[in-house]
């Protein structure tokens, strides 16, 4: 494990180097996006920045809320700290910021999802590998089979053999990335998001079931309510593009494939 890098006197942590990549490498794929669609390049710079400050202040308020009888003895302190930073909160701020972002540029719509599903896919897997790196607790549970692996130098140290489940997640969110890039210009507008939101869900429900998180409801973790409550809306969505429209692909790919055939 390498929580930190150390260069002199300069001490780095790799959760935020892997963090601050994340962002970088999802900026980069909004770019190529908006200018594929026309819009200037340098809305990916705002857009980016929008989500992180959102995220980071929705992280933060969401990991207090959920531990608030741990925190409340020294709530600001807590809330102002370092450590404990939750995806859902982020993804739930940084999407605010984002729904902010564009209705100052005249951008909402269906398209701003499909614009951000990619990027949300490839971001999510380059930070997981950041909780591989510095070993932050994000492991699953004890295992003994031939890719178990220990965190003795880890953030949060076990010297048990577990589930490296961050590496699970990375390689799963990696493969949605690259598939719902592939898809970006064959499903109608709204249905990228839609399909991001199953598969985020499915990946992260499943993950679950290898994560070290306790239940809370009906045998479930916490995440994995909130997975379902993402696969559900994914579903419906596309189930309701298909009843309106008879198919999710674009008229004009439905049309060449009818040439094609």
């Not at 409340?72 to 902010?100: C, P, R």
């Not at 306790?214 to 696969?231: H, K, N, R």
Request: glycine residues 14%; charged residues 15%.
């Amino acid at each position: 494990m390498y929580p930190h890098i150390h260069i002199g006197p300069l001490t780095l942590q790799t959760f935020g180097l892997m963090f601050a990549l994340a962002f970088l490498a999802a900026g980069a794929l909004i770019w190529r996006r908006f200018t594929e669609l026309g819009k200037p390049g340098d809305w990916a710079y705002e857009m980016g920045f929008a989500a992180l400050v959102g995220g980071v202040v929705g992280s933060r308020l969401y990991f207090v809320a959920q531990n608030y009888d741990e925190v409340k003895h020294d709530f600001l302190g807590t809330l102002f700290s370092g450590s404990g930073l939750v995806w859902y909160g982020g993804a739930i701020g940084g999407a605010l910021a984002v729904l902010a972002w564009a209705w100052y540029r005249d951008f909402l719509g269906l398209t701003l999802l499909d614009v951000a599903a990619p990027a949300l896919a490839l971001g999510y897997a380059i930070g997981r590998c950041g909780c591989q790196l510095s070993g932050d607790g994000d492991y699953g549970k004890a295992w003994n089979g031939p890719w178990a692996m220990s965190y003795p130098d880890g953030t949060v140290p076990t010297d048990q053999t577990v589930h490296p489940t961050p590496v699970y997640e990375t390689l799963a969110m990696g493969l949605g990335a690259w598939l719902l890039w592939q898809l970006r210009d064959r499903v109608r507008a709204g249905v990228l998001f839609a399909i991001y939101l199953l598969y985020a869900g499915t990946e992260r429900f499943l993950v679950e079931f290898l994560r070290r998180n306790d239940a809370v409801a009906l045998g479930l973790t916490s995440a994995q309510l909130e997975s379902l409550g993402m696969m559900i809306a994914g579903a419906i969505w596309i189930a309701v593009v298909i009843r309106r429209h008879g198919g999710i692909s674009r008229p004009d790919t439905a049309d060449m494939a009818q040439v094609a055939i």
